[in-house]
C-alpha cells in the first residue's frame, strides 16, 4: 500500500518553461488536493477534485491546471512557469482520512 | 474567508515536559473540523489531532491532546512528555463542513532539547 506518491521529487525549470507534476494514490478516494507551501506559510489550496471528473478552484490556482485522469491520478500543470511559482508542492487524497504525498520542490529560476 | 491564527513562530521544550502550542480560527460557521498538522524535516505532513467542532469533548491521541474552546475560537495543542522525535512544524488548520477548501495557519516550529 503505497498510499500517496508525486512525481518528480525535486524539478528545476527556467522561467516560460512547463511541466507536469503527477500524484496518484491508491487509497480508493474521491478527494484529492493540490497544495502549495511557501516559506513561513502554512499550505494554500491551488486545486481540488471532489469526484472523479469534477476539479475547482482553491484559494491560489492563477497560473495552474489540473487533470483528474481517473479515479487513482491527479495532476497539476505549469504551462509556463514564473519564479513566483518557485515553492514546495503537496498532493492530498482524502476520504475520512487523509493522507499527504511527500512533496515536490519546485524551484523557477 | 476563515483564517488561522498560529502567534508562535518557534517554541522549544525540554525532552519529558509539557509544551503547549496556540492557534485561534476565525469564522461564521457552526459546523466545522479542526486539525493539527505535524511536519518533520522530511517534510511529510502527518495528522496528529482532529477534532469536529459539535463535539465538546477534546480530542486526545497518546501524548497529544486539544483545548477546544468554541467561543473563544481557540484549539491549542498539548503535548505531554514530550520526546526528540516531536522536533518539527506544527500547523493548524480549520475546515468548513462540507467543503473542500482546508485553512492552514503559518505554523509553529517545536524543538525539543535533550
Known amino acids: 500500500n503505497a498510499g500517496v506518491t508525486q512525481t518528480p521529487k525535486f524539478q528545476v525549470l527556467k522561467t516560460g518553461q512547463s511541466m507536469t507534476l503527477q500524484c496518484a494514490q491508491d487509497?480508493?478516494?474521491?478527494?484529492m488536493y493540490w497544495y502549495r507551501q511557501d516559506p513561513g506559510m502554512g499550505l494554500r489550496l491551488i486545486y481540488y477534485?471532489?469526484?472523479?471528473?469534477?476539479?475547482d478552484k482553491g484559494e491560489v490556482p492563477n497560473g495552474y491546471n489540473v487533470s483528474r485522469l481517473n479515479k487513482r491520478e491527479f495532476s497539476l500543470r505549469l504551462e509556463s512557469a514564473a519564479p513566483s511559482q518557485t515553492s514546495v508542492y503537496f498532493c492530498?487524497?482524502?476520504?475520512?482520512?487523509?493522507?499527504f504525498g511527500p512533496g515536490t520542490r519546485l524551484t523557477v529560476t | 474567508a476563515q483564517t488561522v491564527t498560529q502567534s508562535q513562530p518557534e517554541m522549544s521544550v525540554q525532552e519529558a515536559e509539557t509544551v503547549t502550542l496556540s492557534c485561534t480560527y476565525d469564522?461564521?460557521?457552526?459546523?466545522?473540523?479542526l486539525f493539527w498538522y505535524k511536519q518533520p524535516p522530511s517534510r511529510q505532513m502527518i495528522l496528529v489531532i482532529r477534532?469536529?467542532?459539535?463535539?465538546?469533548q477534546n480530542a486526545t491521541e497518546n501524548r497529544f491532546s486539544v483545548n477546544f474552546q468554541k467561543a473563544a475560537k481557540s484549539f491549542s495543542l498539548k503535548i505531554s512528555d514530550s520526546q526528540l522525535g516531536d522536533t518539527a512544524m506544527y500547523f493548524c488548520?480549520?475546515?468548513?463542513?462540507?467543503?473542500?477548501?482546508?485553512?492552514f495557519g503559518a505554523g509553529t516550529r517545536l524543538t525539543v532539547k535533550p
Open positions: 477534485s471532489a469526484s472523479e471528473g469534477t476539479t
Open positions: 492530498e487524497s482524502r476520504d475520512y482520512e487523509q493522507y
Open positions: 477534532q469536529e467542532a459539535y463535539k465538546q
Open positions: 487509497m480508493n478516494h474521491n478527494s
Open positions: 488548520a480549520f475546515m468548513k463542513h462540507n467543503n473542500n477548501d482546508m485553512r
Open positions: 469564522t461564521s460557521e457552526n459546523n466545522y473540523y
